[in-house]
């Protein structure tokens, strides 16, 4: 799918598996994308390096509940101002950068949407706290 120019939305059913390296890069007209609940867990983090990178106009992302983790610099250089992590357990923010360089949130703005009784877990974990002020609860 990588370089598909002409892909506006992404819904991930629970029947994939993986995500591969930047299997997604460069789809310019991506805005949002949702992964379907259910299913397998997704998180084999060396298969997900980058898989959003430079969607330049990809502003959501829902996550659903098969994420343990999120691979490395997955939304780059995208416009990424809304994650919803609010199906997934606590994520641990390691020290790969799940969310990526030059994004709206890195910045401050926009929100990432957290389970309500993780909220201060998110708040006060490494690495996450960086985003402590656009953290909700959902």
């Known amino acids: 799918f990588s370089e598909n120019y002409y892909l506006p939305r992404l819904t991930v059913p629970n029947t994939v598996n993986t ?15 949702t992964f379907e609940d259910g299913g397998e ?8 390096d980058a898989p959003f990178q430079y969607c330049i106009s990809l502003t959501k992302a829902k996550m659903g509940n098969r994420f343990k983790a999120l691979g ?15 199906g997934c357990d606590f994520i641990p923010y390691g020290k790969t950068n799940p969310i990526g360089q030059d994004t709206p ?16 877990k998110y708040k006060e974990a490494e690495g996450w706290s960086k985003f402590k002020d656009i953290i909700v609860g959902q």
Request: with cysteine; hydrophobic share 35%.
């Open 41 to 48: 867990d997704i998180t084999k983090q060396e298969q997900m």
């Open 72 to 86: 490395r610099q997955m939304f780059a250089h995208t416009m990424i101002y809304e994650l919803d992590l609010s």
């Open 19 to 33: 995500l591969g390296t930047a299997c997604f890069q460069y789809c310019d007209s991506l805005t949002e994308v």
């Open 105 to 120: 949130l890195n910045y401050g703005y926009g929100k990432i949407i957290v389970k309500q009784n993780l909220t201060d």
